[in-house]
């Protein structure tokens, strides 16, 4: 359509005469053009990826755990001090409770360690034993995809005072996960369509979602919220937080479940973050601005994580865009690792400044050198 979009306006610009009109319409060819060579360079890093290696792929458990090891920057991996400290404690966008947030994230990548397991827990389960910085967790309550392998899971972490729901983001030997990463219609909340969900948006067709990220929240939201309820009763001391975690697809679907408990009293009270690493775009400016404002009201909890050129922020349904008013945490610089907090979602300085054609997908599963693929499970034990 963009093509066919170009050549009408190229034959039009032969018949004007007004040397304005004509600057006027080469202008917006070659804006259309620079759009074409974006989804261009999309379609091609996609496939690219598929065929080349990652830095994150085909790695040995030496390379795994020193590569971990590299993300304590005062070297203090060995000691068990941190992974005690509660989390209303630790501060929402310091780098070691981002990290904190991407090993839970991390660990449902996990493939079991059992022959014909009709799940992956077990190397979940495992890893409460390794001393990282998740340290000692309880794994309360899980759900599955149609081939039996974790979709999202509730961990308990009595040391760290906290209650983690954490949804998993894309395999692509997953059929429904690949059909909701293309599902690009929108559902509007023209007739109050989406307030059943989210009580507090507007009723405007200018407030619409993606349909896939949509349709993901909509088939377990039952299900989490029943199984997050009584694990919530039971560690009912306040001093208890509860964080709300995704990557990639499973941002979009964690930022909706997190826009989904904020209209609910009992679970919004209890809510004390949200983070979401490579959060693809998912909604109209309307839509993901009015969830954000009512996720950060009174205290800011939303915290959106992007790691250097990461192609999967920038893509997403049209006209959709990241939310305005939470200031994304960049990681500029993957090499060295310089985390950079942006000022809202449009910085031009941060993520949203880097050039289409300058965008990867080499750095989507991780963050700053913490592999966020299932390969983090085969990590030594820091002991």
């Not at 949200?274 to 998912?282: E, K, M, V």
């Amino acid at each position: 359509m963009m093509i066919y979009t170009c050549i009408c306006f190229l034959l039009h610009i032969l018949t004007i005469s007004s040397l304005q009109e004509k600057s006027l319409l080469g202008n917006i060819i070659r804006k259309e053009l620079g759009k074409f060579q974006c989804d261009i360079h999309d379609f091609t890093s996609t496939y690219k990826n598929e065929f080349q290696e990652s830095p994150f792929r085909n790695r040995s458990i030496k390379e795994v755990t020193a590569s971990w090891q590299s993300t304590f920057p005062e070297g203090n991996y060995r000691t068990n001090t941190k992974n005690l400290i509660p989390f209303s404690r630790m501060n929402l966008r310091e780098p070691d409770t981002i990290l904190r947030m991407a090993e839970y994230q991390a660990m449902i990548y996990c493939k079991s360690t059992m022959i014909g397991a009709p799940s992956d827990i077990s190397s979940i389960r495992n890893m409460a034993k390794k001393n990282l910085r998740v340290g000692n967790f309880t794994i309360e309550a899980t759900g599955f995809d149609r081939k039996r392998v974790s979709y999202w899971y509730i961990a308990s972490n009595i040391a760290q005072q906290s209650i983690i729901l954490v949804h998993r983001g894309t395999k692509t030997s997953n059929p429904s996960d690949v059909f909701d990463d293309l599902d690009r219609f929108n559902i509007h909340n023209s007739h109050g369509l989406l307030n059943r969900d989210f009580s507090y948006l507007s009723s405007s067709r200018d407030v619409y979602v993606d349909s896939g990220f949509y349709q993901r929240f909509q088939h377990e939201k039952t299900a989490i919220a029943s199984a997050l309820r009584p694990v919530l009763s039971r560690y009912s001391n306040p001093a208890f937080s509860f964080i709300v975690v995704g990557h990639s697809l499973g941002a979009s679907w964690a930022f909706l479940n997190a826009a989904y408990f904020a209209s609910q009293n009992d679970i919004n009270q209890r809510m004390s973050a949200i983070y979401t690493f490579g959060q693809p775009l998912l909604g109209s400016a309307a839509f993901v601005n009015e969830i954000t404002k009512k996720l950060n009201t009174p205290n800011e909890r939303y915290v959106r994580v992007v790691n250097g050129n990461d192609m999967v922020p920038h893509i997403g349904c049209g006209k959709c865009i990241q939310p305005e008013y939470a200031n994304e945490k960049w990681i500029m610089n993957t090499n060295e690792v310089v985390w950079k907090d942006c000022d809202g979602g449009k910085d031009l300085k941060c993520s949203s400044g880097i050039p289409c054609n300058k965008l990867s997908w080499s750095n989507h599963s991780a963050v700053g050198k913490l592999s966020m693929r299932g390969e983090f499970c085969r990590i030594a034990s820091n002991s």
